[in-house]
Nanobody, 117 residues
Framework: QVQLVESGGGLVQPGGSLRLSCAAS????????MLWYRQAPGKQREWVAD?????????NYADSVKGRFTISRDNAKNTVYRQMNSRKPEDTAVYYC?????????WGQGTQVTVSS
């Protein structure tokens, strides 16, 4: 079992920056691929970014966030981060982190990010 707790959400102005964190406990964090998803009001949950297990040498981003978001991980702190720059109103959503290995899948409770002036 892995417990995931997201933090760092809040209100940010358009063009601003925000860093989300997802702290993991309960298992060996480094063995999991880590992913970020988001769900905007009235829309389905969508994948945003992911980082591979171990050193996190591979990352992938959805086209909608490529160049603005950066995913990283610190295995010593059992935490995955997502730096978000140049925020847009359409980035408003609940952001979830996800730990995945083979068929095993764990979710956090989500953190709200609102981009508004």
């Amino acid at each position: 079992q892995v417990q995931l707790v997201e933090s760092g959400g809040g209100l940010v102005q358009p063009g601003g920056s925000l860093r989300l964190s997802c702290a993991a406990s309960g298992s060996i964090f480094s063995i999991y691929d880590m992913l970020w998803y988001r769900q905007a009001p009235g829309k389905q949950r969508e994948w945003v970014a992911d980082i591979t297990s171990g050193s996190g040498s591979n990352t992938n981003y959805a086209d909608s966030v490529k160049g603005r978001f950066t995913i990283s991980r610190d295995n010593a702190k059992n935490t995955v981060y997502r730096q978000m720059n140049s925020r847009k109103p359409e980035d408003t959503a609940v952001y979830y982190c996800n730990a995945r290995k083979f068929l095993t899948n764990f979710w956090g409770q989500g953190t709200q990010v609102t981009v508004s002036s």
